[in-house]
């Protein structure tokens, strides 16, 4: 179950990238390049106490997923992605 402060960066039918709150109605920034949204994500989430990062590639499909500190992991990975 998501929580409010989770985002998801996507692509938008204008070609550029959002950075939205999984609650949201409205993209809380947009860039042009999906390593922007990322940077600005992250950091909102890190002001916001943590949470879970989900990025879409291109194909609207999920690229990966990451928890920002100081979010909670219960299934912390073994290998570290990012």
């Known amino acids: 179950m998501s929580?409010?402060?989770d985002r998801t960066i996507s692509k938008r039918p204008d070609g550029n990238w959002e950075n939205k709150r999984n609650d949201a109605g409205r993209a809380s920034s947009?860039?042009?390049t999906q390593k922007e949204?990322?940077?600005a994500a992250k950091d909102m989430l890190k002001n916001q106490g943590g949470g879970e990062?989900?990025?879409k590639g291109r194909d609207g499909k999920i690229r990966s997923k990451d928890t920002i500190a100081p979010g909670n992991d219960p299934n912390p990975p073994k290998d570290k992605e990012h």
């Open 53 to 55: 990062l989900t990025t």
């Open 30 to 32: 947009v860039h042009q």
């Open 3 to 5: 929580k409010g402060r």
């Open 37 to 39: 949204a990322e940077r």
